[in-house]
């Protein structure tokens, strides 16, 4: 599978014919009108190993640029990731919707439709989920674990400053201008299976991003790698902060069922994200 990359200020086309990333028709998604679009940056990437994915992956850090922030409190500038390792742990972590483990010191709240989520390797996600078929279906980029929500496909990502609040109460509201995600075993290129269909449009995993009046400023399939452990990434970068949450449908289908039979079952692993900031 050849690496896919994308990087356009205006348009977006594939590289290659296998992915397109889907620019939204007025209405097309409920988003604003397309005389109000304002395209970003799109870096994108599909292979079999984590290497396939690693040149774009840091030309998206330099097009947000400066420093990974860590845990720092709020800064002007830079970017947080999230690898969901735990420091190297690979204990499975069970968490509740919404789940603000990186809220006080990322700026990052997660929420999902369904009952959690959880952090695990590949071991732990056949656990957690009642299928040994997931010991071999999924990689994780980074050391151990993958992160997935729980009874639900969906997960919604708020920012707010780093720092913010006391002892992580009533944080403040931010803006980033960038995000971007990888995802394991993103299989099919044409978003088709069983279930509610979405036609030909894309890959079966859409990331769609909002800004802070909940409007929705882009949309986008990701490309596929079809294969078992295969990874992807998708994300893209705004000259200034303007996106204020982040939502994921990864794969057509809740975790749990064999990634089979048309049916594509998604696990997410690194998360990337500009300096969270008030205004923009």
């Known amino acids: ?3 896919l990359l994308l990087v356009s200020a205006m348009t977006i086309a594939a590289v290659t014919s296998a992915t397109m990333a889907a620019v939204p028709r007025d209405g097309q998604f409920g988003g ?4 109000n679009f304002t395209a970003p940056q799109v870096f994108q990437a599909a292979g079999p190993t984590a290497a396939s994915l690693q040149g774009v992956m840091d030309q998206f850090r330099l097009a947000i640029g400066g420093n990974n922030n860590l845990n720092a409190a709020g800064l002007d500038s830079g970017r947080r990731e999230i690898n969901w390792d735990g420091g190297g742990s690979t204990a499975t972590t069970e968490s509740p919707t919404p789940f603000n483990g990186f809220l006080a010191n990322r700026g990052a709240l997660f929420a999902t439709t369904g009952t959690g989520f959880v952090q695990a390797t590949v071991q732990g996600l056949a656990t957690e989920f009642g299928n040994a078929t997931y010991e071999t279906e999924f990689k994780a980029f980074t050391l151990s674990r993958l992160f997935s929500p729980v009874n639900s496909n969906i997960t919604e990502t708020t920012f707010f400053v780093p720092g913010s609040g006391v002892n992580g109460a009533n944080p403040t509201p931010a ?7 990888v995802f394991s075993d993103v299989d099919q290129p044409d978003g088709s ?9 894309g890959a079966s995993t859409l990331i769609q991003f909002f800004g802070s009046k909940g409007e929705l400023l882009f949309s986008s399939f ?8 295969t ?12 996106i204020a949450s982040v939502r994921i449908l990864a794969g057509d289908e809740a975790p749990g069922p ?4 048309g049916r594509d079952i998604v696990m997410m692993d690194d998360f990337i994200y500009g300096e969270p900031r008030i205004g923009g």
């Open 1 to 3: 599978m050849k690496t």
């Open 32 to 35: 604003p009108s397309t005389k």
């Open 175 to 181: 803006l980033t201008s960038a995000f971007g995600a």
């Open 193 to 201: 299976g069983p279930g509610n269909k979405r036609g030909n449009r």
């Open 222 to 229: 990701v490309p596929a790698s079809p294969g078992q452990g």
């Open 231 to 242: 990874f992807t990434f998708f994300g893209i970068v705004y000259s200034d902060p303007r």
């Open 258 to 261: 064999n990634d089979e039979f």
